[in-house]
């Protein structure tokens, strides 16, 4: 069963969302890079910098997202920003989105016009006014 598509709770939706606003923005560019992935692997978002994510979690749904950014961004993207719009509103999404996305920006060490183009994509689903996230 796909983790990404059928969370099993609010942990792993949580868990979703954090992990796809991170590959919306870095696979945006067309290039998945080494880095960007070893900055997602290492632990950025487990429970010690943000509360409500665990890393079983995040290992179980990590594969799934990787594989549906890698096979069709497209579509991935727009699962992506509808799972975020169902927590629009909600502040600690938000604060861990914020977070995930900078983490992405960080990796490469510059921020593209694509991903600028995600990030404005994100705060869009979430609710979130332009230049929050």
Not at 75 to 97: D, H, I, N, P, Q
Not at 123 to 128: I, M, R, S, T, V
């Amino acid at each position: 069963m796909n983790t990404y598509l059928k969370p099993k709770d609010q942990t792993a939706r949580l868990s979703g969302a954090v992990v796809g606003a991170y590959l919306l923005v870095a696979f945006s560019d067309g290039d998945f890079t080494k880095s960007e992935e070893v900055r997602l692997r290492l632990g950025q978002f487990d429970s010690t910098n943000l509360p409500g994510l665990r890393r079983d979690v995040f290992e179980a749904i990590y594969p799934d997202a990787l594989t549906m950014f890698r096979q069709d961004y497209d579509k991935a993207a727009e699962y992506t920003l509808s799972m975020l719009a169902g927590f629009a509103g909600e502040g600690l999404v938000r604060r861990a989105v914020a977070e995930a996305v900078r983490a992405a920006v960080m990796a490469d060490q510059q921020i593209k016009p694509q991903e600028s183009l995600a990030i404005n994509r994100i705060e869009e689903a979430l609710g979130a006014p332009a230049g929050q996230i």
